[in-house]
């Protein structure tokens, strides 16, 4: 494979540290790999000239952590003006190839032009200085940005959306709304009892309902204090905080590729759907009955674990079975990462999911729901700000730009590339790689160990690479998409590199 | 009283509708009413010229039930463009003299010449277009905006301070904050074990603790599924939604004015301690040890209740000796409104409290924080965003403007006038009225009657004074920090002016 020739331009050892001016070298499997630049003006490759991290970051970094102790995650300090499209530069001048994308959170990477342009708009800098409490005196223009930015892009069978402010305030108010459908349906249709409203004022049955979430082990569905009792992705992000006794069940463990496993796949998925049945059946016997189910197509954080369509449809059906609602947290795979805009459109569900909940790469958040889980009285799903109107204007401009620009194309394409790229390097490196995972961009392999997967990922940003981890020990990528071929090779280029020098 | 004048310019009935054009009527009470106008260009007066809601907001409000079918809540659709200082226009083109201030949220008003040149710079282009990841990716720039925007008016005592996204989240965050503290704290500074990581997962003890927080009935932290089972202002906040058992407490029940009745509210404040007392040995004994108390300055939401200093203080020193921490809710009383920049100034404690959480006013949700609260490992309190850079470059233009136009001594000036106006109200219309309180402009009145509360604000959006109400039936006051003297004038002739028509 062209990407296996090292970059004879890399000059590494000068001054102690690598300087590499990076040529892009076309994978030959790729046809589109000459594709011009989709953001016109972006590098061309990664450049370090400083130790990595650099000088001005470690600076920065004490006089941050005066402020917070707690900076033990930060990588690096950002200069953002010079960042341009898939490349990230800090403040030290040293230019990365994003593969990681700010936790998968900027849709179209640095300074695209798209957004330059809507952040002018005088539309926005009203928005901006004049922020209303969305849910009493909303702009006038805001039912056509939630129509043009949120319900254009809306997944099928989902007419109602509702704009919050991040994913956990997602998930934790799109689960409010299971609740009051689920008891607003257990009492026919009436209201509140008076004595569940007298009860609800002091955290008591009725009012204050014992009703649960399912969630799956490795989920990860946020960090309020709700939301992390449904978050079983690693310890350090559950230890020592109090949780609710809701129950949780095996997500399946898969083998990869899916395609060549799937009688074993098969026999894995049925045993969770069991599972799922049992838990339902344990949590009604113990009084806490199901009110809702919460999935990610693919468990993200908790290591990338996919399932296939089958897994997903017949869960829904057992949901429905047993009157729990059904909710998709597509907040990391939402967006268009996954060659769809949502995930969950591979799918091919026989009817939508209940709820479907988003942030990240929607740069708002919020949650999609059939008009039969909206709020039955006023203020019951309300706060102050109920999201940021700003947000909309710059999303529908990323709207657009998907689709002027066919990024989902983009997508699937630097998908493919890297996918059976990182196939390629598995096949070369079996003593490193192992299960090489993906849907659009949204990709994964795992290394032999957490140290090794650690060590990539600091290997990676000494070479100008912006990598992550996900899981116990696998390389998670989540560009932005605007990754074209040209980024793809470098990367796959970087990583045989890497796994050559281990 | 001159405000007790009616108005000679307002046309009543003109097709049906309103039109006042007001004239502020100097209360002769106010050495400053003539000051001139914070925001030079502001209107003079509020001007009705439509039904209200009028046909446009009418149109727009269908439009928007058919989007999230959850809309009872709002008023009218705003035309921000047309909205300056304390005067907010809606697209039907009235506009109403703001006092509820989307929910206190908005602190210069609406179109602030600090704010128009602030969102103009390029930073903040920059800073929007490429919204980072702040735990991992920070903007350089970041830590000297933590710093000046944050640091500079920090809660004396507290050192460190860190970004939310929102009010509940970061009440979350800082309860979590508090969770770790504690058990760091019961485990001699010891790490977790790997028990305690290994059960966390799962939800289960000894990794999940079964430790409470303590709140205070009438109390309103926020809506999250944790927040909520701390918020005890409306059951319609909290009916249906699961709660977990925690302890909550009375909040004093005063009489105003305090000075008036200091003996037997003494009284009642010593009972409120005492139950506090009795709520932490409840659920020590119950195996749900308290870790934190959290308490609002004034009890705004639940209905504008206020405490003494001598509450505070005492409330302080019992948890210090229970060590359980104290957290302090000032979401909606920081930021100036108070007359200072936090309510708890103003109760001269003997040291700082543990935690102060914000949002709001301050324009970006966060906490400050002793250094003993920080976590202790990395990716504990953590999330994508972690707050929002823009409203930093914008908060740091909103602080100078305070510091300038040395907005704590308007608020104080305004806050005078408004509840010696509503004290001379109450005289007048002993019927209607009662229990006039307040702290800076941050004022409330009780009515006769909900219905009587929900009237007037009715009445006075017709009239063009947007109110709001807190509690059973108080009218609450929540302007901007730029309310002049006039403002105030006008909302008191107009309060005069329904009064005296019911």
Not at 190 to 215: F, K, V
Not at 272 to 281: F, G, S, T
Not at 356 to 361: D, E, Q
Request: charged share 20%; with cysteine; glycine share 8%.
């Amino acid at each position: 494979m062209a990407f296996f020739n090292r970059l004879s331009q890399s000059a590494r050892n000068v001054a102690g540290t690598t300087v590499r001016v990076s040529t892009p070298i076309r994978h030959k499997a790729s046809a589109s790999a000459a594709a011009p630049k989709l953001v016109p003006d972006e590098y061309d490759g990664p450049l370090v000239k400083t130790q990595v991290p650099g000088p001005k970051t470690q600076e920065l970094l004490q006089r941050m952590d005066n402020i917070t102790r707690n900076t033990g995650t930060i990588q690096l300090f950002a200069d953002y003006k010079a960042s341009k499209g898939n490349f990230l530069v800090d403040v030290d001048g040293n230019r990365y190839l994003d593969c990681f994308n700010q936790i998968s959170s900027v849709p179209l990477g640095y300074n695209h032009p798209a957004l330059i342009q809507a952040v002018s708009s005088p539309d926005l800098a009203t928005s901006m200085i004049n922020r209303s409490a969305l849910g009493v005196f909303p702009p006038g223009e805001y039912p056509g940005r939630m129509e043009e930015a949120l319900l254009s892009i809306a997944p099928k069978g989902l007419e109602c959306v509702q704009t919050m402010m991040c994913g956990s305030c997602s998930n934790e108010n799109a689960l409010k709304q299971t609740f009051l459908q689920y008891r607003t349906k257990a009492r026919g249709g009436a209201m509140p009892t008076q004595e569940e409203y007298d009860s609800a004022m002091h955290n008591q049955l009725p009012g204050a309902p014992d009703l649960s979430i399912l969630s799956f082990n490795g989920a990860f569905h946020g960090r309020t204090i709700g939301m992390l009792s449904l978050t079983h992705s690693k310890p350090i992000h559950k230890v020592d905080i109090p949780s609710l006794d809701w129950p949780a069940s095996d997500f399946p463990a898969l083998k990869y590729p899916l395609h060549q496993y799937e009688q074993e796949n098969r026999v894995e998925e049925d045993r969770c759907l069991q599972m799922v049945r049992d838990k339902i059946a344990e949590y009604a016997a113990k009084g806490k009955p199901v009110a809702a189910c919460i999935v990610e197509p693919v468990q993200a954080e908790g290591g990338d674990h996919h399932a296939t369509p089958y897994f997903f449809i017949q869960l829904q059906k057992i949901l429905k079975e047993a009157g729990a609602a059904f909710v998709v947290d597509e907040v990391q795979t939402g967006g268009g990462i996954a060659g769809t805009i949502w995930a969950h459109e591979q799918w091919n569900l026989p009817e939508a999911p209940d709820v479907v909940t988003f942030a990240k790469k929607l740069i708002t958040g919020g949650y999609y729901y059939k008009p039969e889980f909206a709020p039955k009285l006023a203020y019951q799903v309300f706060n102050t700000w109920m999201g940021e109107p700003t947000k909309l204007i710059m999303l529908e401009a990323i709207v657009d730009t998907i689709k002027k620009d066919n990024l989902l194309e983009v997508v699937q394409n630097s998908g493919k590339i890297i996918l059976s790229g990182l196939e390629e390097l598995q096949a070369k490196y079996p003593q490193f790689l192992s299960r090489a995972r993906g849907m659009g961009t949204f990709i994964a392999v795992d290394l032999s160990s957490p140290e090794t997967a650690a060590d990539i990922v600091t290997r990676g940003r000494k070479a100008g690479f912006i990598l992550g981890t996900c899981g116990k020990q696998s390389l998670r990528l989540r560009p932005a998409l605007i990754f074209q071929s040209q980024h793809a090779e470098m990367l796959l280029d970087e990583l045989d590199h890497i796994l050559s020098e281990l």
